[in-house]
């Protein structure tokens, strides 16, 4: 039977050991995650941005889908750390090929590597290679598939807490295409276990999951209803396949629908946060002058993903090391008894 | 050569008989049964086990010609005996594909010269199973196919299979047809449920296979092609069939094995041994097969073996291959259902004999003189340990591992030879 989100990623000490999805992980967890990270904003002010936690380990970004700001932040938070960090292109790497995922994966730790930053095109990737390729080293996952995307919940779940000082008593929109988002999948989660008062899904039927209820959120259809008296409002990108896979007739019609524009905003509580994980549509599905307006957060979300990526790194690193220590001293004590 | 076996219990009308009895086996056929016969050759102690027909699987991958790093004649005929069986209809997914009386012919001799069990070939429906083309189907019929089907693949293109069943019925033939709608289904890998919604697995709606089946009975009615469909998943699904039998469609269906005992439930931690198609459904879809198999809307229960390698399973969830090796397990899982009161044991004994000996329209096996000897003991009190190490197939992707099952066959005898005997491991 394969593992649980839970028991994957947790040490039986529970310590973070792999950071795969928000599945699993509890409040507590979450809390000392944006704890760690707004301890390391403060090391983004400085004039030598570096801290030794990581020193001597070796970071592999490990990107089979295209990414450019999840994988220079991940970049920039491994050498914040002091990590030597390599960066694989994949489309040049030995799965173009015909090597297996795993395969690879095991020729990249036999070169001593301790971490692996994964993004992969497939739901579960990072779960499969913690649970079944590589274990003792630690996964951190940069996005699977339409599965989750947990390190971008969680730098927006810090730039909540940022600007909300809690959850409690919040209501969040989510607002555009939540069946192939990965994104929306670990905020919905966070955001629940993070004890908000109620998570909003805004979207047309073509673009939300089967049953969306069972995921623990209110659903929408209209934006106008849907947007009213939230404090936080995150928009997701649209990607263009959706028109030509009938999931939507046009960009126009859905910016006319679903389009966050400064007279819809004006349905929300006042002050309400604007948020968008990026790269954004300007016109698709946020006006400019919303996303260049007073009540966008969303360049402080950037910001924000470099101190997240470098909490969950040290952490899950710190947890794969003692792991291992626990192990060896129980292989010691086994070989002397 | 005489062959008794002594002190074993027949089943008759889904009840074990109160008291042991002999049969006697003589050129490949049973020649009493009752009462001992002094003057055989050999006499066996049955010790009080129960002595079924053998099994009839209509649906089994044996991978062999083309993938046989994942299973051969030879390993898959011996874990069908050693799962009760005595007979496979092997499905035309090889590689090459089984559309030609030359592949056909070669799956016989493969199964003729190494195989244990009676081996039937299903010849592919279209050529290729590309499902553009009609196969050679009077062909494949003379080289000795005993249907043609789709292979478990989706058949996209109404015309082509519309086509398949009227040339089809020109012959009498039966076509054993998987239904999926392969642009509902595309991009698919596990029941479009809550669990799929949160693990982000793309889905595969029940529609997919509900519009296909709908679109194959229509076909069917029009065409009067002779029609066996399955493995089917969905309770929406057996409402279809049954309507359209009420209004006297001569149709048959099949469940597989997997989609009786487990649900969506199982891929939860993405678990690829569970990853099969059509995918592991709800609670409410496997309630509703089982009363199907109870009630007789469903002909017959198949175990869909479909042998797998490590690899085709050593990766993230949606990249693995589909299929798992069941065929040793179908009975035990089957007689589990009966011991949980889910399922009759007239019922599972039908659905793995009568009913697809019908589809098949082959003579009902049954225990009586002049019969052939197909039959295997069973200790249905004791229970079996399932691991790798311990099924014969090459595939170790049992829907149940790593546990014990109910029902040890002790042995497995096609045409009064033995297939399988757990006295000297396999024949």
């Known amino acids: 039977m394969a593992k649980t989100p839970g028991s994957l990623q947790h040490t039986p000490e529970g310590e973070l050991r792999h950071f795969i999805s928000i599945d699993g992980l509890d409040r507590a967890m979450l809390t000392r995650i944006l704890d760690t990270a707004d301890s390391f904003i403060e090391v983004g002010e400085r004039t030598i941005k570096k801290v030794p936690l990581l020193r001597g380990r070796t970071v592999v970004n490990l990107f089979f889908e295209p990414s450019t700001r999840t994988r220079s932040t991940f970049e920039l938070a491994a050498k914040r750390l002091s990590a030597d960090v390599l960066n694989l292109d994949i489309g040049t790497s030995a799965t173009s090929k015909g090597e297996s995922l795993s395969d690879t994966l095991l020729n990249l730790r036999a070169m001593a590597s301790d971490m692996f930053v994964i993004r992969h095109a497939a739901s579960g990737a990072a779960h499969f290679i913690a649970d079944a390729v590589t274990p003792d080293v630690a996964i951190i996952n940069a996005g699977d598939g339409r599965h989750a995307h947990p390190t971008q919940a969680m730098l927006d779940m810090l730039t909540i807490r940022q600007h909300t000082g809690a959850f409690e008593g919040l209501k969040v929109a989510i607002v555009g295409d939540i069946e192939h988002s990965r994104v929306a999948r670990s905020q919905i989660r966070a955001l629940n276990t993070l004890g908000v008062e109620e998570v909003r899904l805004i979207a047309p039927d073509t673009l939300l999951p089967h049953k969306p209820e069972a995921l623990g959120v209110r659903v929408f259809s209209h934006l106008e209803e849907g947007l009213r008296g939230v404090d936080v409002v995150i928009m997701l990108r649209l990607q263009r396949e959706r028109m030509e896979t009938a999931l939507l007739p046009s960009e126009r019609e859905y910016y006319k629908l679903y389009g966050l524009t400064t007279e819809k905003l004006a349905r929300t509580a006042p002050n309400a946060l604007v948020m968008h994980p990026g790269p954004i549509n300007r016109g698709v599905e946020i006006e400019s002058a919303v996303a260049d307006g007073p009540q966008s957060v969303i360049l402080g979300q950037v910001t924000n993903g470099i101190a997240i990526r470098m909490a969950v790194m040290s952490m899950a690193m710190s947890g794969q090391l003692a792991e291992r220590q626990r192990e060896s001293a129980r292989n010691r004590e086994g070989t002397r008894s | ?427």
């Not at chain 2, 969905?234 to 997997?258: F, K, M």
Request: proline share 6%; glycine share 12%.
């Open chain 2, 1 to 427: 050569m005489s062959l008794c076996i002594d002190n074993i219990r027949l089943v008759r009308d889904g009840k074990p008989d109160a008291t042991t009895s002999s049969v006697v086996v003589e050129d490949g056929r049973f020649v009493a049964v009752g009462d001992s016969v002094d003057r055989c050759e050999q006499h066996v102690d049955g010790q009080g086990q129960w002595l079924l027909p053998g099994l009839i699987d209509l649906n089994c991958h044996l991978r062999e010609p083309g993938a046989e790093r994942r299973g051969r004649i030879a390993t898959e005929t011996r874990a069908a005996a050693h799962g009760g069986f005595t007979t496979v209809c092997a499905a035309p997914d090889t590689s090459p594909v089984n559309d030609s009386g030359a592949v056909t012919n070669l799956i016989r001799d493969l199964a003729e010269s190494q195989g244990v069990v009676r081996v039937l070939p299903v010849g592919a429906m279209t050529r290729g199973l590309g499902g553009e083309q009609l196969s050679d189907m009077a062909g494949l019929l003379s080289a000795g196919c005993v249907a043609l089907g789709s292979g478990g693949r989706p058949t996209a293109n109404s015309r082509v299979l519309r086509r398949c069943m009227a040339y089809a019925h020109t012959f009498g033939l039966t076509l054993f047809v998987q239904p999926e709608n392969a642009s509902l289904s595309a991009g698919g890998c596990a029941h479009d449920g809550v669990l799929a919604a949160r693990l982000g697995l793309p889905g595969i709606p029940e529609v997919s296979e509900t519009t296909a089946v709908s679109e194959l009975l229509l076909l069917a009615e029009e065409t009067g092609a002779r029609l066996h469909i399955g493995p089917l998943s969905c309770a929406r699904s057996l409402q279809l069939l049954e309507s359209a039998r009420q209004g006297g469609l001569r149709v048959t269906a099949e469940v597989a094995i997997h989609h009786l005992v487990h649900t969506d439930a199982r891929i939860d931690g993405y678990d690829s041994t569970y990853h099969c198609r059509p995918p592991l459904r709800s609670e409410e879809d496997r309630q509703a097969l089982l009363a199907g198999v109870e009630s007789g809307l469903v002909d017959a229960i198949t175990s869909q073996h479909r042998p797998q390698d490590g690899a085709a399973k050593q990766a993230p969830f949606p990249e693995t291959e589909p299929g798992l090796s069941t065929v040793e397990s179908v009975f035990s899982l089957g007689l589990g259902l009966v011991q949980s009161g889910d399922l009759s044991l007239g019922r599972l004994l039908e659905a793995l004999g009568r009913g697809p000996a019908e589809v098949l329209g082959q003579a009902v096996p049954a225990i009586e003189p002049g019969n052939p000897a197909d039959f295997f003991l069973v200790k249905p009190d004791e229970s079996w340990w399932v691991a790798p190490e311990t099924l014969l197939s090459a595939g170790k992707h049992a829907p149940v591992l790593y546990d014990n099952l109910p029902g040890v066959v002790s042995c497995t005898y096609v045409g009064g030879h033995c297939a399988y005997s757990d006295q000297k491991g396999n024949a």
